[in-house]
């Protein structure tokens, strides 16, 4: 089974950008890649998707500001994510499904947004 590893958060100031990446250990070149957020107390939250071909689909409360991609070359997906808000602060996951079942939730990759 593929698995997929969170990194690029860090601590940035509101109106900041990051880039998140989701590296996996093996082709994920035929996957559709979801990337969700778990906000401090709250549930985790579907915020993205890039289908195999390409495709993109970001949830409406972050449209505009989230932009999902993807480099097959490097087996890795990307979450582009401009104009910080403090509502943004989460620990924000990636996972696909293989053989008809989700992957296992990672480690996740904190992103934190303050002055």
């Known amino acids: 089974q593929v698995q997929l590893v969170e990194s690029g958060g860090g601590w940035v100031r509101p109106g900041g950008s990051l880039r998140l990446s989701c590296a996996a250990s093996g082709s994920i070149s035929s996957n559709d890649i979801y990337w969700y957020r778990q906000p401090p107390g709250k549930q985790r939250e579907w915020v993205a998707r890039i289908s195999s071909g390409g495709s993109t689909v970001t949830d409406a409360s972050v449209k505009g500001r989230f932009t999902i991609s993807r480099d097959n070359t490097k087996n890795t997906v990307y979450l582009q994510i401009n104009n910080l808000q403090p509502e943004d602060t989460a620990v924000y996951y990636c996972?696909?499904?293989?053989?008809?079942?989700?992957?296992?939730w990672g480690q996740g990759t904190q992103v934190t947004v303050s002055s």
């Open positions: 996972r696909t499904v293989e053989g008809s079942r989700f992957t296992p």
